[in-house]
């Protein structure tokens, strides 16, 4: 169906690993660390070559080499290992040392940079757990009262003496507005990624929670079944008797009716026996290779065989991409139609389309639609709309589609009606394309 309100995803894919909060977070001290170098480097050569003060350079510019090679290393790491909060800690403690050799050959206590340790203290304040960030303070004011002990004072040249009060201030004044600027700057992207770790965590619970759901719920069919299979047994035999009757089998119109009961319960058999096996056999163990187009096929044609009553439109791709043709999509797909048949039992449509490398199955119905408050619930264990044709099962096909990578969205027809749409990414379920 075209127009109508947009569709509502109510699947969500799970984030990279990559993206965790120590990764996240290691990658924001690496940035800082190249700005320290930047700038540590920037404020060498001005005060060596334009201010003409002594300094030991080629020191200090070892020390940045090794600021560089950490750098360096740190971020190769990044691509193959995930980041623990230990060495979140020596590489703030790493930032430290570094600060504090460049301070001890620069004035120590007396630099007004040294105020630059503040930014170490506060970023551990944030990133470490609680003992690390005390640890990491400790460390930080040791350095400080050892630089007030022991360093190398600056050697001003004769024609600064008068302003070197003048130059402290000034200095000062620089570390303050370093240091609060990047404070903003790395505390709130830090912020962020905490803010996307906690989100991403009430996405895993939510996952969780459904997941709980769903197993209650098998559990409660599989159950079902087996206390089905008794009676359902019991009612074989007992039609089976009634044929063999003189009394009955002289009776052309009962004995047509028995027929159809026993094909009847031959039918609940089945389905029994579908549920008992889906509850003990793992995805993909039934599944056979396939083609799109007939895998489709004959998802269509025996769920028109069952409901031969409901009038059934299919348009379809021609597409003969190879398919792992999984029972779980099958159950899926047969769900949707067997909403859609029970709010419009006066016409169902399904359409299948390829959308880049994803196949799309929508099923549209003529019936009364989603409300807005189903629309904005959808697809949630806690749903229960029975009465309206769209209850439970959706929830379980969005659980199984989003088992399979993909996605399914939900929207109301402009006049009327509804259209459930599930997105399968070819990757991800077997599906490749033999033009490639």
Same mark, same amino acid.
């Given at each position: 169906?075209?127009?109508?309100?947009?569709?509502?995803?109510?699947?969500?894919?799970?984030?990279?690993?990559?993206?965790? #909060?120590?990764?996240?977070?290691?990658?924001?001290?690496i940035?800082?660390?190249?700005?320290?170098?930047?700038?540590?480097?920037?404020?060498?050569?001005?005060?060596?070559?334009?201010?003409? *003060?002594?300094?030991?350079v %080629?020191?200090m510019?070892?020390?940045?080499?090794?600021?560089?090679? @950490?750098?360096?290393?740190s971020h190769?790491?990044?691509?193959?290992?995930?980041i623990?909060?230990?060495?979140?800690?020596? #590489?703030?403690?790493?930032?430290?040392g570094?600060?504090?050799?460049?301070?001890?050959?620069?004035?120590?206590?007396?630099?007004?940079?040294?105020?630059?340790?503040?930014?170490?203290?506060?970023?551990?304040?944030?990133?470490?757990?609680?003992?690390? %960030?005390?640890?990491?303070?400790?460390?930080?004011?040791?350095?400080?009262?050892?630089?007030?002990?022991?360093?190398?004072?600056?050697?001003?040249?004769?024609?600064?003496?008068?302003?070197?009060?003048?130059l402290?201030?000034?200095?000062n004044?620089?570390?303050?507005?370093?240091?609060? $600027?990047?404070?903003?700057?790395?505390?709130?992207? &830090?912020s962020?990624?905490?803010?996307?770790?906690?989100?991403?965590?009430?996405?895993?619970?939510?996952?969780?929670?459904?997941?709980?759901?769903?197993?209650?719920?098998?559990?409660? #069919?599989?159950?079902?079944?087996?206390?089905?299979?008794?009676?359902?047994?019991?009612?074989?035999?007992?039609?089976?008797?009634?044929?063999?009757?003189?009394?009955?089998?002289?009776?052309?119109?009962?004995?047509g009716?028995? %027929?159809?009961?026993?094909?009847? !319960?031959?039918?609940?058999?089945?389905?029994?026996?579908? @549920?008992?096996?889906?509850?003990?056999?793992?995805?993909?163990?039934?599944?056979?290779?396939?083609?799109?187009?007939?895998? &489709?096929?004959? &998802?269509?044609?025996?769920?028109r065989?069952?409901?031969?009553? !409901?009038?059934?439109?299919?348009?379809?791709?021609?597409?003969?991409?190879?398919?792992?043709?999984?029972?779980? &999509?099958?159950?899926?797909?047969?769900?949707?139609?067997?909403?859609?048949?029970?709010?419009?039992?006066?016409?169902?449509?399904?359409? !299948?389309?390829?959308?880049?490398?994803?196949?799309?199955?929508? *099923?549209?119905?003529?019936?009364?639609?989603?409300?807005?408050?189903?629309?904005?619930?959808? $697809?949630?264990?806690?749903?229960?709309?029975?009465?309206?044709?769209?209850?439970?099962?959706?929830?379980?096909?969005?659980?199984? !589609?989003?088992?399979?990578? $993909?996605?399914?969205?939900?929207?109301?027809?402009?006049?009327?009606?509804?259209?459930?749409?599930?997105?399968?990414?070819?990757?991800?379920?077997?599906?490749?394309?033999?033009?490639?």
């Amino acid at each position: 169906m075209v127009g109508g309100s947009p569709y509502l995803p109510f699947t969500v894919r799970p984030r990279e690993p990559d993206a965790a #909060a120590g990764t996240a977070n290691m990658r924001q001290l690496i940035h800082l660390r190249w700005m320290a170098v930047a700038g540590q480097l920037v404020t060498i050569l001005f005060v060596n070559r334009v201010m003409g *003060v002594q300094l030991p350079v %080629a020191a200090m510019m070892g020390v940045l080499l090794m600021a560089v090679a @950490i750098n360096l290393l740190s971020h190769f790491r990044l691509r193959f290992h995930r980041i623990t909060n230990t060495e979140l800690l020596f #590489a703030l403690m790493f930032d430290v040392g570094t600060l504090t050799l460049q301070l001890f050959l620069a004035g120590g206590a007396t630099n007004p940079f040294i105020s630059l340790y503040l930014i170490q203290v506060v970023l551990g304040a944030v990133l470490l757990e609680t003992w690390s %960030a005390w640890a990491l303070a400790g460390i930080t004011g040791i350095c400080f009262g050892l630089l007030s002990l022991h360093h190398r004072p600056l050697a001003f040249p004769p024609w600064l003496f008068g302003d070197i009060a003048g130059l402290h201030t000034l200095g000062n004044w620089l570390g303050f507005a370093i240091v609060a $600027g990047l404070l903003i700057l790395f505390v709130t992207r &830090i912020s962020e990624n905490l803010r996307q770790n906690a989100a991403r965590i009430a996405d895993f619970r939510q996952q969780a929670s459904e997941e709980e759901h769903i197993v209650r719920m098998g559990l409660l #069919a599989s159950g079902a079944a087996h206390e089905l299979g008794t009676p359902l047994a019991s009612l074989s035999v007992i039609l089976s008797d009634w044929r063999r009757m003189p009394r009955l089998r002289d009776d052309t119109e009962l004995m047509g009716e028995i %027929a159809e009961m026993q094909a009847e !319960v031959q039918r609940c058999k089945a389905i029994v026996t579908r @549920i008992l096996q889906s509850a003990g056999e793992p995805r993909g163990e039934a599944a056979e290779l396939s083609e799109v187009g007939r895998f &489709i096929d004959a &998802i269509v044609g025996e769920w028109r065989e069952a409901h031969a009553q !409901v009038p059934f439109d299919y348009e379809r791709i021609e597409d003969d991409a190879p398919i792992v043709s999984d029972p779980a &999509i099958k159950q899926a797909v047969w769900n949707v139609l067997d909403n859609a048949a029970e709010a419009s039992p006066h016409w169902v449509g399904l359409s !299948v389309t390829r959308e880049g490398d994803t196949v799309a199955v929508r *099923v549209s119905d003529r019936g009364p639609g989603f409300t807005s408050t189903t629309l904005a619930q959808v $697809g949630r264990p806690q749903q229960s709309t029975k009465g309206e044709g769209h209850g439970v099962g959706l929830f379980l096909v969005s659980s199984v !589609v989003r088992k399979l990578g $993909g996605r399914v969205e939900a929207r109301n027809g402009p006049e009327g009606g509804a259209t459930v749409k599930l997105t399968l990414p070819l990757g991800m379920i077997g599906i490749t394309d033999r033009k490639k």
